[in-house]
């Protein structure tokens, strides 16, 4: 494990990579002079899935993106998702009611069945009035990740994913047809913005804001900064991809980590109760109520023990060697790299419990949880924080709330506990949860 301060070089090639996981640096290269550094390009299968849109931009047309996007995830604009969330997440779990009635009991896998959740409120967020062609798209979305997450796993052998095997000619198919019916529902929507009524589930989605921009940059098209139909595809393929496993991940530790400790379950329960009732779905008042309890603490352990996004790296840009980080030197050529997982889990900032799950530690709030106000970082920090932080915190607190009011549960017999990383921190085998109605 790293200790706390670790700073170390590690060598590929020509190429030193340097692992900083003290959260003062990390807080210095993130926040303090994050101009000096600019995140690495992914790998081409990675890139394929995710766009070439907030994640991968830089500069600014990064800065200009940003911008324009930044209001859907406003909180106040979240809110007014709320309702839509609550009904989805009742019309899915009523669907569990038939198998209960005969055996009491019903086993659910739990990652496949939050992918499926997260899915519907992205598309809404991303597509609003247009959900239903939306949804269309993300699904052949959904199929691409599937076909590159295979080919993740693989022996990479350079030049493979240009041969034209079956599965590169199906990836390259749903390629051109993701593409083409962005394109087609982006005409759709220019052609009607300003008379398309929105939608009140979601008034500022990605799209409308996204097509705003491109129209008013429409008169000088010439402009590197421009809004362009493909920025605007990109930009929807980067959201899906960001959003969905990130929060489907998020639900599904936290419904693990609440199976596993049954006493936190029930405190959470409790609360969410005494705030909630027994049925009604939670509102934007009661879930701010819940900021200060067993449950919401609860969620933070959660994000800290199963950090979905273990690690993230940057590169040095001031283009002169023997910048430093810390005691180390920084060459122009080298990459830093930040594992957040494991800064997550060091006992020097987290204490002798820090591999266990105890949202107690949060009971003073996130800056007093660690020995370093800086420790606890799950969806990043500085300018290129998360933009989707507050619609995957809204929505795994909602779901949450709603799974305890209604049920108690617990880890199936077959579950096994083999957390993997293969882009992102996942369960290997499946998360089998038993519910039981309350």
């Not at 959900?131 to 599937?146: N, P, R, T």
């Not at 295979?150 to 051109?176: C, D, H, M």
């Not at 500022?204 to 590197?224: C, G, H, Q, V």
């Not at 549960?409 to 083999?418: K, N, V």
């Amino acid at each position: 494990m790293i200790g706390a301060g670790s700073t170390f070089l590690v060598w590929f090639g020509a190429t030193g990579r340097l692992t900083v996981s003290d959260p003062a640096l990390i807080r210095e290269i993130f926040v303090l002079k994050s101009e000096l550094f600019e995140k690495n390009e992914s790998p081409p299968l990675v890139r394929k899935i995710e766009g070439d849109g907030l994640l991968s931009l830089k500069g600014e047309k990064w800065a200009h993106h940003r911008k324009i996007i930044q209001p859907t995830f406003h909180t106040e604009n979240l809110k007014l998702m709320i309702p839509m969330m609550g009904k989805s997440m009742e019309e899915a779990v009523w669907k569990w009611s038939e198998e209960m009635s005969n055996a009491g009991k019903v086993e659910i896998e739990v990652s496949d069945w939050f992918e499926n959740l997260v899915e519907d409120v992205i598309t809404r967020a991303t597509f609003g009035s247009s959900y239903e062609d939306g949804k269309a798209i993300f699904q052949l979305q959904s199929q691409q990740m599937l076909h590159a997450t295979e080919a993740y796993q693989k022996v990479f052998i350079p030049g493979y994913r240009f041969l034209p095997t079956k599965k590169n000619r199906i990836s390259w198919r749903l390629e051109k047809e993701i593409r083409k019916s962005l394109v087609k529902l982006i005409d759709r929507r220019r052609k009607n913005s300003g008379c398309q009524g929105v939608s009140d589930e979601c008034p500022n989605d990605l799209l409308e804001l996204m097509i705003k921009a491109s129209l008013k940059d429409s008169a000088d098209e010439s402009s590197p900064l421009a809004i362009t139909a493909n920025d605007v595809v990109e930009e929807c393929k980067t959201i899906f991809f960001a959003g969905k496993h990130t929060t489907s991940n998020l639900l599904t530790w936290t419904t693990v980590l609440l199976a596993m400790h049954p006493q936190w379950q029930d405190q959470a329960r409790e609360e969410v109760l005494r705030v909630c009732g027994a049925r009604d779905t939670p509102s934007k008042d009661d879930l701010a109520k819940l900021k200060t309890c067993d449950y919401y603490w609860a969620g933070n352990d959660s994000e800290r023990i199963t950090e979905t996004v273990p690690t993230c790296s940057s590169n040095n840009q001031t283009g002169q060697d023997g910048y430093a980080v810390g005691w180390a030197p920084h060459s122009s050529r080298d990459r830093a790299s930040y594992p957040i997982l494991a800064v997550h889990h060091d006992p020097a900032l987290w204490c002798h419990d820090a591999h266990e799950f105890n949202p107690a530690r949060f009971a003073k709030g996130v800056a007093h949880a660690a020995k370093h106000p800086m420790a606890f970082m799950p969806f990043g920090l500085g300018a290129r924080r998360c933009i989707g932080q507050n619609l995957a915190v809204l929505q795994a607190r909602l779901a949450i709330a709603m799974l305890l009011q209604r049920f108690s549960f617990e880890l199936a017999p077959t579950y096994q506990h083999a957390p993997s990383v293969l882009m992102l921190l996942h369960p290997q085998h499946g998360a089998p949860i038993v519910f039981r109605k309350l």
